[in-house]
């Protein structure tokens, strides 16, 4: 059974740094494309970030040069650092595991996605 288990969300001041964690089990990380999205309160999901097998990286434009993706094959977690955190980046973090496709087709449109995590919450605020 593919499981992603999210970590390393909660209260972070603006301008601070969390690190969130995806971790697979059930299925090697690596041969999957890994998207992190997020949903604020009355808003729609969005594709923050997301990372192919091979490595190739996309990221919403509003978290361009603050957030950074990333994995380790041997630990088989994908990571997404985020610096300069901003009130608006306040959302449930949810990551996902999608076979076989782009990372921009899954950044911005998840097809037929294998695994989601249960998510964890990111809240900004002073």
């Known amino acids: 059974q593919l499981q992603l288990v999210e970590s390393g969300g909660g209260l972070v001041q603006p301008g601070g740094s969390l690190r969130l964690s995806c971790a697979a089990s059930?299925?090697?990380?690596?041969?999957?494309?890994i998207g992190w999205f997020r949903q604020a309160p009355g808003k729609e999901r969005e594709g923050v970030s997301c990372?192919?097998?091979?490595?190739?990286?996309n990221y919403a434009e509003s978290v361009k040069g603050r957030f950074t993706i990333s994995k380790d094959n041997a630990k088989n977690t994908v990571y997404l650092q985020m610096n300069s955190l901003k009130f608006e980046d306040t959302a449930i973090y949810y990551c996902a595991a999608e076979w076989g496709t782009s990372v921009m087709a899954m950044c911005v449109k998840p097809g037929n996605v294998d695994a989601w995590g249960q998510g964890t919450l990111v809240t900004v605020s002073s």
């Open positions: 059930g299925f090697t990380l690596n041969y999957y494309t």
């Open positions: 990372i192919s097998s091979g490595g190739s990286t």
